[in-house]
Each structure stands twice: as structure tokens, then as C-alpha cells.
Nanobody, 119 residues
Framework: QVQLVESGGGLVQAGGSLRLSCAAS????????MGWFRQAPGKEREFVGS????????NYADSVKGRFTISRDNAKNMMYLQMNSLKPEDTAVYYC????????????WGQGTQVTVSS
């Protein structure tokens, strides 16, 4: 099993920045493909971005491309989401997720952290 715990959410003004962290335990972190998702009130959960096991390949949703950056530190079992130029529409609960196979569905999920961007 894998336990994922997000942190770093909060309230920020539009144009500001936040860095979310995801701490992993229970399995060799470097074996996991990792991703960030978010869910706004009344909306379905959506993909934000993902990172390969080694951290050398990232993919982003068009809505965050150029503003958000995903990184990971396998030595610390940590993944990060640096969010810049935040917009009110980025307001959501952000979740980190992990999977063993790149082609599989995400199997492991954190409890989420709230990000609120005020206008």
C-alpha cells in the first residue's frame, strides 16, 4: 500500500503563488508514476499534470501549462506542484495520486488540500 499526504494549500490572491507538497510512504516512491488532480465545487475531478518515475518527463493540462510546474525528489519521497500566476478558476481541492504502471489508472490517492484563489 501507498499513503499519500498533501500539504501546502491555502488562500492566495489572484496572481500569487503556492507550492503544494505530496509526501509518500509505504512503497518505493521511485517506482511510482505520480500525478496531480483537482476538483472544484460542483465539477468533476480533472487532471492537472503528471511526472514520470525519474522526474524527467512531465505533462500538463492546457489550463495550467506555463503556470504550474511538477517536480519530485525521490530521495525524500516527495512530489511538488509549484503554482504561479494563480487565477480564481484554479480554486479547488488538489489531490496527488500514484500508480505503478504508466498505462494504468491511478490507484493511490491523497486526502486533498484546499487551494482558494481570491480575485
Amino acid at each position: 500500500q501507498v499513503q499519500l499526504v498533501e500539504s501546502g494549500g491555502g488562500l492566495v490572491q489572484a496572481g500569487g503563488s503556492l507550492r503544494l507538497s505530496c509526501a509518500a510512504s509505504g512503497r518505493t516512491f521511485s517506482n511510482l508514476y505520480m500525478g496531480w488532480f483537482r476538483q472544484a465545487p460542483g465539477k468533476e475531478r480533472e487532471f492537472v499534470g503528471s511526472i514520470s518515475r525519474s522526474g524527467d518527463n512531465m505533462n500538463y493540462a492546457d489550463s495550467v501549462k506555463g503556470r504550474f510546474t511538477i517536480s519530485r525528489d525521490n530521495a525524500k519521497n516527495m512530489m511538488y506542484l509549484q503554482m504561479n500566476s494563480l487565477k480564481p478558476e484554479d480554486t479547488a481541492v488538489y489531490y496527488c495520486a500514484g500508480k505503478v504502471l504508466s498505462s494504468a489508472q491511478y490507484l493511490y490517492w491523497g486526502q486533498g488540500t484546499q487551494v482558494t484563489v481570491s480575485s
